[in-house]
């Protein structure tokens, strides 16, 4: 292949990966939010055969693949557009990407709105490189915790609504091609004003324009796919948001799967499947790993001085609220606070309670067993 990749940024794709402490990362952004039973398969042996073998579902339903190199990068280019994993046009990854609220059917509103804005994909801006869409336009819209700056939801009144982020309320739109044409022209308006300075729609402090009035409000928010039994199929969560390829292999190797559908909540949705338990997948709305957020850490990360994930495995019976370990300040794992967060500082864990990564913290330079035996001296089960 005669394309060269551009490493720079934080916002990896296939075309432009990331430099990253285990080689380059990768990010495919599945189509509709959903894989094939055979471009799934077809992606496990791509991650075994060109990188690290480990794939990873990320916060805004991307997957992504570690360990590529500059001498496999091309192959695994070929191998990712042969299977339609990938578009073949570089420019692809520079328009908004599209996120759907999982569990959509075929012909349902998210699904039509969806489709209609991938035919008109052309007609988006390009855009900084974080910015994204919400399509939530099931019976109740369940991505407002999701990463995404301007969203087609559905509205207490029962119809569509076109709303910007940062935003309580958005506008009422007649139709699916009425909220399709409003978002594409709301992009519009956010690049002419001043969008690439202000990089995200919530930090975008210019009124919104007359002909996008805040006059209709979401419906009440829905709660996230549970684990198992699901319709048309069962859902599974990803320890930690990443597994080995053999373990998603699994979960689509019985001839009944059809497809799979991605998550920002580290859940993805097999179609078809029976929801017998998998062997590295989680099946248990219990399971304490549902409520940890770690970031990948060392050595997978080139900014990260711990190992993150060993430590959170350890404190699955420690505490029982919200815990965030996170191997830098950065925090890329959870922007939100955690009743315990932990994050990597020279070696060491630096331990913060009700906070974020860039909170003050409470203890310093903690090994990660003393970070157990603290959090158990202070009664960490009620945290």
């Known amino acids: 292949?005669?394309?060269?990749?551009?490493?720079?940024?934080?916002?990896?794709?296939?075309?432009?990966?990331?430099?990253?402490?285990?080689?380059?990362?990768?990010?495919?952004?599945?189509?509709?939010?959903?894989?094939?039973?055979?471009?799934?398969?077809a992606l496990c042996d791509a991650?075994?055969?060109?990188?690290?073998?480990?794939?990873?579902?990320?916060?805004?339903?991307?997957?992504?693949?570690?360990?590529?190199?500059?001498?496999?990068?091309?192959?695994?280019?070929?191998?990712?557009?042969?299977?339609?994993?990938i578009d073949p046009d570089p420019e692809a990854e520079r328009r908004p990407q599209i996120l759907l609220a999982p569990g959509w059917q075929a012909e349902d509103d998210t699904h039509k709105i969806a489709s209609a804005l991938n035919d008109r994909w052309q007609q988006l801006p390009v855009v900084p490189a974080k910015v994204g869409i919400a399509i939530d336009a099931g019976e109740l819209p369940v991505l407002g915790d999701a990463?995404?700056?301007?969203?087609?939801?559905?509205?207490?009144?029962?119809?569509?609504?076109?709303?910007?982020?940062?935003?309580?309320?958005?506008?009422?739109?007649?139709?699916?091609?009425?909220?399709?044409?409003?978002?594409?022209?709301?992009?519009?308006?956010?690049?002419?004003?001043?969008?690439?300075?202000?990089?995200?729609?919530?930090?975008?402090?210019?009124?919104?324009?007359?002909?996008?009035?805040?006059?209709?409000?979401?419906?009440?928010?829905?709660?996230?796919?549970p684990l198992g039994k699901h319709a048309h199929g069962a859902v599974y969560g990803l320890p930690f948001g990443r597994v080995p390829a053999k373990v998603l292999r699994a979960a689509v190797t019985p001839a009944e799967v059809t497809a799979l559908q991605v998550t920002p909540w580290r859940r993805i949705w097999v179609a078809g499947a029976s929801a017998a338990a998998i062997d590295g997948l989680i099946s248990d709305e219990q399971d304490a790993r549902l409520r940890i957020d770690a970031c990948p850490g060392a050595p997978y990360c080139e900014q990260a001085s711990v190992a993150t994930q060993p430590?959170?495995?350890?404190?699955?019976?420690?505490?029982?609220?919200?815990?965030?370990?996170?191997g830098c300040a950065k925090g890329c794992a959870r922007r939100a606070s955690a009743d315990v967060c932990l994050v990597g500082e020279a070696g060491r864990f630096d331990l913060i309670v009700n906070g974020r990564a860039d909170s003050t913290p409470v203890k310093t330079g903690l090994t990660e067993t003393e970070v157990v035996a603290y959090l158990e001296s202070l009664g960490a089960p009620h945290l």
């Open 1 to 41: 292949m005669s394309a060269e990749p551009r490493i720079k940024g934080w916002c990896p794709g296939a075309w432009q990966p990331m430099a990253t402490g285990d080689g380059w990362l990768v990010r495919v952004r599945p189509r509709l939010g959903q894989l094939t039973r055979s471009q799934v398969l």
């Open 47 to 85: 991650a075994e055969a060109f990188g690290s073998g480990l794939v990873e579902l990320t916060s805004r339903a991307n997957l992504q693949l570690r360990g590529v190199t500059e001498a496999s990068w091309p192959a695994l280019m070929d191998a990712l557009i042969a299977h339609e994993l």
């Open 147 to 225: 990463s995404a700056d301007f969203r087609i939801e559905r509205a207490d009144s029962g119809g569509l609504l076109v709303r910007a982020d940062g935003h309580a309320s958005g506008t009422a739109v007649p139709s699916i091609d009425a909220a399709v044409a409003q978002l594409i022209r709301l992009t519009h308006w956010f690049v002419e004003s001043g969008g690439w300075d202000s990089k995200r729609m919530r930090r975008h402090n210019v009124p919104l324009p007359d002909w996008a009035p805040t006059n209709a409000r979401p419906a009440a928010a829905g709660s996230p796919l």
């Open 311 to 326: 430590l959170a495995e350890r404190l699955r019976g420690v505490t029982q609220g919200a815990v965030h370990v996170s």
